[in-house]
Structure formats: C-alpha cells, structure tokens
C-alpha cells in the first residue's frame, strides 16, 4: 500500500531560526514528490515539485530535497518568518495505475515572535 | 484568472438529508479531483475526472456521486448525509500535458467547504 510518513507532526520555532521537515514514502513505482503549504482555513498551495531525476529544488527560502534510493525527502524553511506558519503536506505520486497521489498528514508548524 | 472556486464555504445538514457541493475553474484543464480532510489527517481522494464526461472513484467514493458535464464544473453530490462525512471538502484541477510523462503536474485546489453533518 503507497504511504507517506511525515515527521515531525508539529513543531514550533522563533522567528528568524531555521527548520527542515521530513518525508518518508513507500510509493511505487515513484513519479514525482511535491510539497504543498496549506495555511489555515485555505487550500494547499504547491512549494516545489521533483521528479526522479532531481534531488534539489529551491523556492525562494524553501528547499527540497529527493532521495529516490532512500525513498526520503525534506523541506528546509530558511530565516523562517511569521507568515511560514502553516501546515507543509508531502505529496507523492505513482506512475502506475492512475496516478492518484498519496498525501502525508502534514507538519504543522507554528514561528512565534 | 479566478482559479478553482468552491460554493458554499460552510453548511451544516442534518442526517440523511442532501447537497451539492460545486466546483468550477476557469484554467480549461482537463483533471479535476474532489478531496476530504479530516482533522489531523492527509486529504482522502473521493472522486476524480479526466475530462467532460469521464469521471472515476478515489479511495473514499462511498455516499458521493459527481457528474462533469463540462471541463469547468465538477459537481460533489451528497446523498443521505451521515456524520462521517463531516469533513473539509476541496476540489483540485490540474492539466494533462505532463500527465503521461510522470512530471512537473501541479494541482490547484480551491478555498474548500466545511461541511457539518448533525
């Protein structure tokens, strides 16, 4: 069955500090890994997107990084500010069948002043 | 561009009565999706669409039916609501070029509709 694990469920930082999120999946076989910020009360916006063949992206002061051997990803927020509180959903696809993505539970992180 | 709009924002219904939830976009792609998010847990696929008149179940389609008459509009349809489908319900479209080369395929989801079931 296709899983997406992410870590930590919540975490809490000050403002200006850095933090990575992780991404743990058995999807296969792997299309492509996206992550998505969802602030409260709205729907998912897409951050970035990687398929197999990368193992970097950048967005601004949001990183992604792929590891398809390991089956792991993480987000990286640098200099986070107060409008980086949100919820940060994994999302993987599968190139087999439909292509349905499979969706993590989501960080929710909060940046306090 | 309005992007994917949802109506209504919230309702609240009584057991075992009924409702449409609608959804449209205005970017002309051909995927649409309608997704639930249950507190503290990843979005459930209910229902997805490939185009006008081609529609397909997710993972949870049970007590949701969904129709797509045109590329715009892809309509949620709750029959004899129960309290488990009280949920945050929100509809998604992306295009299909990429789709067959497993790339860069980005969803665009709408504000979502909070539905209570009492």
């Known amino acids: 069955k296709n899983q997406v694990e992410q870590s930590p469920q919540s975490l809490i930082i000050l403002e200006g500090k850095n933090c990575t999120l992780q991404c743990n999946y058995t999807v296969s076989p792997f299309s492509n890994l996206r992550w998505y910020k969802q602030d409260t009360g709205r729907g998912p916006v897409s ?22 051997d390991t089956k792991q990803s993480s987000l990286h ?20 069948g439909s292509y349905i993505p499979t969706f993590g539970r989501g960080t929710s992180l909060i940046v306090h002043p | ?10 309702r609240i219904l009584k057991i075992g009565q009924s409702m449409t939830l609608q959804c449209t976009q205005d970017m002309n792609h051909n995927y649409m999706y309608w997704y639930r998010q249950d507190p503290g847990m990843g979005l459930k696929l209910i229902y997805y669409s490939v185009g006008a008149g081609i529609t397909d179940k997710g993972e949870v389609p049970n007590g949701y039916n969904v129709s797509r008459s045109t590329t715009e509009d892809f ?15 929100f509809c998604a479209s992306r ?11 980005t969803q665009y989801f709408g504000p979502g509709t909070r539905l209570t079931v009492l």
């Open chain 1, 47 to 68: 951050l970035t997107i990687m398929t197999f063949s990368e193992n970097t992206k950048s967005n601004g002061r949001y990183t992604a990084t792929l590891d398809a």
């Open chain 1, 77 to 96: 927020i640098t200099a986070s500010q107060l409008s980086d509180s949100a919820s940060y959903i994994c999302v993987v696809t599968s190139s087999g």
């Open chain 2, 1 to 10: 561009n309005a992007g994917v709009t949802q109506t209504p924002k919230f």
């Open chain 2, 75 to 89: 309509p949620l349809r709750l029959e004899l609501a129960a309290p488990s489908q009280t949920s945050v319900y």
């Open chain 2, 95 to 105: 295009t299909a070029e990429l789709w067959q080369r497993g790339g860069k395929d």
